[in-house]
């Protein structure tokens, strides 16, 4: 996802600079290419060797090596972005103020593509009103910072000021300069994971659906350019980018009032969500007592939010459904298409070995009311959401 795109790591002297050996690894392994400038103290907390072996290439340390300059200018225009990480107060305060005594420094203030910083320092330095008003000054240059984390600090203090992961760092680059076009000023709504049908207020109904399929589709499209709102079921899962639009609900009805409201302003709508078919006709409103050997509960009908969607769907919009079937795949997943008016239907099979829920691999079917079908191997969900939204694309 950062194929060709030249990255510099600029480490400055903090503890999480061991950090930057993984993000070196991460990023050469999302396929760019990479320079690592660090100042001199920060050697003291991590091998320049160890960096110079991943990311192919010698670190600068200093502004010359055997009477030749590291030539910061030129390395800043090389690059389509730079990020400092980790960042220490101290760093944080020169960049702030134009002071450029180190190479990090220099290569800060020649640069001209996007720069990322990631903080890394004790919680209370972190919270100094100067450190917050640097951030805030850095911040109002164009400069992107990343958010630390709460947790143990290598003070010994447990608090606010570890710096961002390798693996977030890596997706806000993606997401700054990684995204493609292809999919660029549409709308994508997507729903995902399972509901939550209230039986009293410790117990509910539910599925084993676990979103993954829903949260990788979103990030397929988001990747591609998409403007993307995710209506997402209860689940452990999040998506990796902070960019796409996250509506947490519980039960059908919630997910169903939350699609109803977005679907008019979508161009495309993917019900990945198991919603569920039945709820409670009514929720006992204390915790139901184990008193008798046997327990019935009343079930009623939830509406079916897709057909729903099928019913109001203008020419213009494009409505994906799924259909997850044990037997008469293919007959109960036409029956589908054509009765919720949409306009294809991806069938899931639970018979088929490595696919369904819970799983990262997916294998499936796609009809469309066109008649076509579109058969995919099984393969892991992150990359059957790539094949799909390629599918799709060649539909608008
Ligand atoms: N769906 C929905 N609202 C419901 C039930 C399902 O919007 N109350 C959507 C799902 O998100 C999916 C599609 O309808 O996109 C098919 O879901 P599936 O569970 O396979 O089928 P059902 O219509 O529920 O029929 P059945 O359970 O009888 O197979």
């Keep these: 996802m950062l194929q060709g795109k030249k990255i510099i790591v600029g480490i400055s002297a903090s503890i999480a600079a061991y950090k930057a050996i993984l993000l070196v690894r991460l990023l050469k392994k999302n396929g760019a290419e990479v320079r690592v400038v660090m100042s001199q103290s920060a050697k003291d907390f991590v091998s320049p060797l160890v960096l110079s072996t991943f990311s192919n290439h010698p670190v600068w ?16 225009l090389w690059a389509d972005a730079y990020v400092i990480a980790p960042a220490t107060c101290h760093t944080i305060g020169k960049m702030a103020n134009g002071l450029c005594d180190n190479i990090v420094l220099a290569t800060y203030l020649s640069a001209r593509c996007p720069i990322f910083i990631a903080p890394a320092m004790d919680e209370d330095m972190y919270k100094h009103p100067s450190t917050q008003q640097n951030l805030a000054k850095l911040q109002s240059f164009g400069n992107q910072i990343l958010s630390v984390n709460t947790g143990f600090l290598a003070s010994g203090l447990h608090g606010e000021g570890r710096m961002a992961e390798p693996e977030e760092i890596v997706a806000a680059l993606i997401e700054n300069i990684g995204r493609g076009r292809g999919w660029q000023g ?27 399929m829903g949260i990788a589709l979103a990030e397929a499209f988001y990747l591609q350019g998409a403007e993307v709102t995710v209506i997402a079921g209860p689940m452990a899962l999040k998506p990796t980018f902070s960019g796409i639009q996250w509506i947490p609900v519980t039960s059908a009805k919630e997910m169903e009032q939350a699609c109803l409201r977005e679907f008019p302003s979508s161009d495309w709508t993917v019900m990945a969500a198991a919603v569920a078919d039945y709820r409670p006709a009514n929720r006992a409103e204390e915790k139901i007592k184990k008193k008798e050997n046997t327990l019935t509960i009343n079930l009623e009908k939830t509406h079916d939010i897709l057909a729903t969607l099928g019913s109001q769907k203008r020419p213009d919009q494009h409505l994906i459904g799924f259909a997850l079937e044990t037997e008469n795949e293919e007959a109960n997943a036409l ?40 058969s995919f191997g099984l393969k892991h969900k992150d990359e059957l959401a790539h094949d799909l939204v390629d599918l799709f694309q060649k539909w608008t």
């Design 186 to 212: 549409k709308k994508v709504l997507i729903s995902a994971g399972p509901t939550q049908e209230a039986i009293d207020p410790v117990r509910y109904i539910s599925n084993h659906s676990s979103g993954k």
């Design 335 to 374: 029956e589908k298409l054509h009765r919720k008016k949409i306009d294809a239907i991806v069938l899931n099979s639970l018979k088929v070995p490595g696919a369904g829920f819970g799983i990262n691999t997916n294998q499936v079917t796609v009809y469309t009311a066109l008649g076509e079908t579109h």
């Design 61 to 76: 340390i200093d502004f010359h090596e055997n009477n030749v300059w590291n030539n910061h200018v030129e390395l800043g």
